[in-house]
């Protein structure tokens, strides 16, 4: 099951090399193992906490870079300022399955010779301007978390860009065993099981049918929301193909209640929307100490925080509940 899942992702996904894990975070851990990457990282506060738990597990130092206001995404132009010579790599998130600059970031990477791991929690089936974005950096991790689009309760992958990298990845995840008597790595167990990998392939012959349910879902609120003072949605895909795995929208000062206000409002009716990505990773306290993790270092991030709100979104929302949704947030309800 495990290696017909393999094939079968890297079919939808148009990719060649993948490699089943347990969870995503360990599948982090492992890439930046894979890479040995050490000394400090370049990345994104401005995601969930697992991106830079995964170098603080490596023994790497996170120097965290501002978000671009449009995409979310690490501000490529913000990049160059925080290299250092200790710098190993950058290591990106696909927010909300929007690209990151792929080519800005290739560039940057390879002038200081630098690898890139891409956290693709969010980008299952997500496509650029060339193809699938997964195959984009040395490596990307994707999760199969309950909470993502495609899902196996618990899983994720690791894209690589050769079969020699795919091999040495599947070594890992298996303690380093290279065959039955010989370890030639410190691995880790990070293979996922026959259970999760069977019902992963049944999950697989919907996903089609499941994104579109999603669009439908992203439209509804989109021309719901549209025009509302203080709200504001991210721009659609414009790159290529969304997986719409999130609905994120931004409250901003025109509107008449705070994120935290609309977000109390919106519970109390029994509406459970989430605040991705806030408090920032920079804010808890294994980070705060960071000279990166400064204010004055991370203003647009610390702002997107204090607005962001994720709307309810899966494939069987009712539009019913959604156009309540709509009038609940534009207070008709
Ligand atoms: C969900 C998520 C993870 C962690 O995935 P797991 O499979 O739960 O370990 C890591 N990074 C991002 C951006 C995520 O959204």
Redesign the pocket.
């Known amino acids: 099951m495990h290696q017909r899942l393999e094939q079968a992702l890297c079919e939808f996904l148009g990719v060649r090399h993948l490699s089943l894990?347990n969870?995503?975070?360990?599948?982090?851990i492992t890439a930046l193992q894979a890479l040995r990457i050490n000394g400090e990282v370049i990345t994104t506060p401005y995601?969930?906490?697992?991106?830079a738990h995964?170098l603080l597990w490596n023994g790497i130092t996170p120097v965290f870079v501002d978000i671009d206001p449009e995409t979310l995404n690490i501000d490529p132009d913000r990049i160059e300022a925080a290299i250092t010579p200790r710098t190993t790599a950058i290591l990106a998130?696909h927010?909300y399955g929007t690209p990151c600059d792929v080519d800005r970031i290739r560039e940057i990477a390879s002038r200081y010779n630098l690898r890139v791991i891409y956290?693709a929690?969010?980008a299952f089936g997500v496509t650029c301007h060339c193809g699938s974005v997964l195959q984009h950096g040395d490596l990307s991790?994707?999760?199969?978390?309950a909470?993502?689009v495609f899902n196996t309760f618990?899983?994720?992958a690791i894209v690589s860009a050769t079969p020699e990298m795919k091999r040495h990845i599947d070594q890992l995840k298996n303690f380093g065993f290279v065959d039955e008597v010989t370890v030639t790595s410190p691995g880790i167990n990070g293979k996922m099981n026959e259970v999760q990998a069977a019902f992963g392939l049944l999950q697989l012959r919907d996903m089609g049918q499941s994104i579109a349910r999603r669009q439908r879902v992203d439209g509804a609120y989109r021309q719901g929301l549209w025009g509302l003072t203080g709200i504001r949605c991210l721009p659609e895909p414009a790159w290529g193909q969304g997986n719409f795995s999130y609905f994120p929208i931004l409250v901003e000062p025109g509107y008449a209640l705070t994120r935290d206000e609309l977000y109390d409002f919106m519970k109390s009716r029994g509406v459970h929307c989430r605040r991705?990505?806030y408090p920032l990773i920079s804010a808890f306290p294994m980070y705060r100490g960071l000279p990166s993790s400064r204010h004055v270092n991370l203003p647009v991030a610390e702002r997107v925080a204090q607005q962001i709100l994720c709307l309810p979104i899966y494939p069987d929302l009712p539009e019913t509940t959604v156009a309540r949704i709509i009038d609940l947030i534009a207070r008709k309800l």
């Open positions: 894990f969870n995503c975070t360990i599948g982090l995601s969930f906490v697992a991106t995964s998130v927010c956290d929690a969010h991790v994707l999760s199969f978390h909470t993502k618990e899983g994720g991705y990505f």
